[in-house]
Nanobody, 114 residues
Framework: QVQLVESGGGLVQPGGSLTLSCAAS????????MGWYRQAPGKQRELVAI???????NYVDSMKGRITISRDNSANMVFLQLNSLKPEDTAVYYC????????WGQGTQVTVSS
Protein backbone atom coordinates (compact mmCIF):
# COMPACT_ATOMS: atom_id res chain seq x y z
CA GLN A 1 0.00 0.00 0.00
CA VAL A 2 1.36 3.38 -1.02
CA GLN A 3 1.38 6.22 1.44
CA LEU A 4 1.81 9.77 0.15
CA VAL A 5 2.74 12.66 2.41
CA GLU A 6 2.63 16.20 1.06
CA SER A 7 4.33 19.12 2.76
CA GLY A 8 5.65 22.61 2.16
CA GLY A 9 2.44 24.59 1.93
CA GLY A 10 1.73 27.74 3.85
CA LEU A 11 0.54 31.31 3.74
CA VAL A 12 2.26 33.44 1.15
CA GLN A 13 1.68 36.89 -0.30
CA PRO A 14 0.72 37.33 -3.95
CA GLY A 15 3.82 37.03 -6.06
CA GLY A 16 5.48 34.76 -3.56
CA SER A 17 6.91 31.28 -3.96
CA LEU A 18 6.65 27.90 -2.31
CA THR A 19 8.15 24.49 -2.87
CA LEU A 20 5.88 21.55 -2.20
CA SER A 21 7.19 18.08 -1.49
CA CYS A 22 5.60 14.67 -1.82
CA ALA A 23 7.19 11.73 -0.08
CA ALA A 24 6.08 8.20 -0.82
CA SER A 25 6.46 4.91 0.98
CA UNK A 26 5.37 1.45 -0.03
CA UNK A 27 6.11 1.81 -3.73
CA UNK A 28 8.95 3.06 -5.89
CA UNK A 29 7.69 6.19 -7.60
CA UNK A 30 10.25 5.97 -10.37
CA UNK A 31 8.05 3.49 -12.22
CA UNK A 32 5.10 5.88 -12.34
CA UNK A 33 4.02 9.08 -14.03
CA MET A 34 3.31 11.38 -11.10
CA GLY A 35 1.10 14.41 -10.85
CA TRP A 36 0.32 17.31 -8.60
CA TYR A 37 -3.34 18.12 -8.12
CA ARG A 38 -5.14 20.89 -6.31
CA GLN A 39 -8.57 21.40 -4.90
CA ALA A 40 -9.87 24.86 -4.15
CA PRO A 41 -12.85 25.40 -1.86
CA GLY A 42 -16.06 24.48 -3.64
CA LYS A 43 -14.24 23.21 -6.73
CA GLN A 44 -13.28 19.84 -8.12
CA ARG A 45 -9.79 18.53 -7.78
CA GLU A 46 -7.72 19.32 -10.86
CA LEU A 47 -4.43 18.13 -12.25
CA VAL A 48 -1.92 20.98 -12.49
CA ALA A 49 1.34 19.26 -13.36
CA ILE A 50 2.58 15.87 -14.41
CA UNK A 51 6.00 14.33 -14.74
CA UNK A 52 6.51 11.05 -16.53
CA UNK A 53 8.76 8.26 -15.36
CA UNK A 54 11.29 9.47 -17.96
CA UNK A 55 11.11 13.07 -16.76
CA UNK A 56 8.89 14.74 -19.34
CA UNK A 57 6.61 17.39 -17.89
CA ASN A 58 3.32 19.05 -18.68
CA TYR A 59 1.35 21.78 -16.96
CA VAL A 60 -2.15 23.16 -16.80
CA ASP A 61 -2.42 26.33 -18.88
CA SER A 62 -3.43 28.49 -15.93
CA MET A 63 -0.14 27.81 -14.16
CA LYS A 64 2.22 27.26 -17.07
CA GLY A 65 5.36 29.33 -16.68
CA ARG A 66 4.84 29.69 -12.94
CA ILE A 67 5.29 26.13 -11.73
CA THR A 68 7.88 23.41 -12.14
CA ILE A 69 7.42 19.76 -11.29
CA SER A 70 10.44 17.61 -10.58
CA ARG A 71 11.29 14.31 -9.04
CA ASP A 72 14.09 12.69 -7.09
CA ASN A 73 13.78 8.97 -7.65
CA SER A 74 16.59 8.15 -5.22
CA ALA A 75 14.62 9.88 -2.46
CA ASN A 76 11.28 8.58 -3.73
CA MET A 77 9.94 12.14 -3.83
CA VAL A 78 8.18 14.51 -6.18
CA PHE A 79 8.31 18.30 -5.92
CA LEU A 80 6.32 21.26 -7.14
CA GLN A 81 7.91 24.69 -7.29
CA LEU A 82 5.28 27.42 -7.26
CA ASN A 83 6.25 30.95 -8.29
CA SER A 84 4.39 34.22 -8.86
CA LEU A 85 1.53 32.89 -6.79
CA LYS A 86 -1.91 34.41 -7.16
CA PRO A 87 -4.88 34.40 -4.77
CA GLU A 88 -6.66 32.03 -7.13
CA ASP A 89 -3.91 29.47 -6.53
CA THR A 90 -5.22 29.02 -3.01
CA ALA A 91 -6.06 25.35 -2.62
CA VAL A 92 -5.05 22.10 -1.01
CA TYR A 93 -2.35 20.52 -3.13
CA TYR A 94 -1.95 16.77 -3.47
CA CYS A 95 0.31 14.40 -5.32
CA UNK A 96 -0.74 11.12 -6.85
CA UNK A 97 0.03 8.74 -9.65
CA UNK A 98 -1.19 9.94 -13.06
CA UNK A 99 -4.39 7.89 -12.93
CA UNK A 100 -4.87 8.58 -9.22
CA UNK A 101 -4.65 4.93 -8.34
CA UNK A 102 -2.87 5.62 -5.06
CA UNK A 103 -4.72 6.52 -1.91
CA TRP A 104 -4.81 10.27 -1.44
CA GLY A 105 -2.61 11.85 1.20
CA GLN A 106 -3.74 14.65 3.44
CA GLY A 107 -2.51 17.30 1.04
CA THR A 108 -0.81 20.55 1.89
CA GLN A 109 -2.65 23.85 2.14
CA VAL A 110 -1.45 26.76 0.03
CA THR A 111 -3.01 30.10 0.86
CA VAL A 112 -2.15 33.15 -1.20
CA SER A 113 -3.28 36.32 0.45
CA SER A 114 -2.04 39.75 1.39
Amino acid sequence: QVQLVESGGGLVQPGGSLTLSCAASGRFLRFYNMGWYRQAPGKQRELVAIITSSGSTNYVDSMKGRITISRDNSANMVFLQLNSLKPEDTAVYYCNEEHTTFSWGQGTQVTVSS
